[in-house]
């Protein structure tokens, strides 16, 4: 890593069991609290100080065993939330498809919910803020799939509804920027 270059490790939340109405306060599983231990053993040697994350509790709660072993705290940044799909919960029957739909037309969005276009740009405006902010450092982000992917979308195309089915929970992302924001690496560091 050259000095003028920052890492941030998107660290996609562990198993949430889905629970209506319960977006920002739902947990992990049992499951999920195991694979937060292992998040937090295969990025202790990265030396990672900086911590951000989703508002949502899974999300925090994924990354808040490495946190607390590395002596940082977990800043949460409200516009990192995951995307808000309709004001009424789209059906897991029509989830697959619903998703396929928004990344297929990025300007669409159902009744009260977000356009892939409106997510991504309040979400890569707090990305922006943190590589300007902590250039030449390493910053762990505790995010979901479908936020992830429309971030990585926005600095290169390639990245959409196939990345995010791929995805697995947790999963976690390495990506290397130049000094001017420029992506030049991105790595999976979850097997």
Known sequence: MSETSTVLYF????????VEGQERERGLTEQGHQDAGTVASL????QIQLFYSSPYRRAVDTIQILADQSGGIVVT?????ERQLSSSDVKHESFHESKERLYRDP???FPGGESGEQARS????V???ILDKHRGQKVVIGTHGDIMTLILQHYDSSYG?????????????????????KLVQVTRLWE
């Open 11 to 18: 660290v996609r939340h562990a198993e949430s069991r889905y």
């Open 43 to 46: 990025l202790h040697g990265e």
């Open 77 to 81: 940044e409200e516009d990192l939330r």
């Open 107 to 109: 300007t669409y969005a």
């Open 122 to 125: 309040r979400a890569v405006a």
């Open 127 to 129: 990305i922006d803020r």
């Open 161 to 181: 509804y196939e990345f995010w089915e791929s995805t697995s929970m947790p999963d976690i992302y390495k990506l290397e920027f130049n000094g001017t924001h």
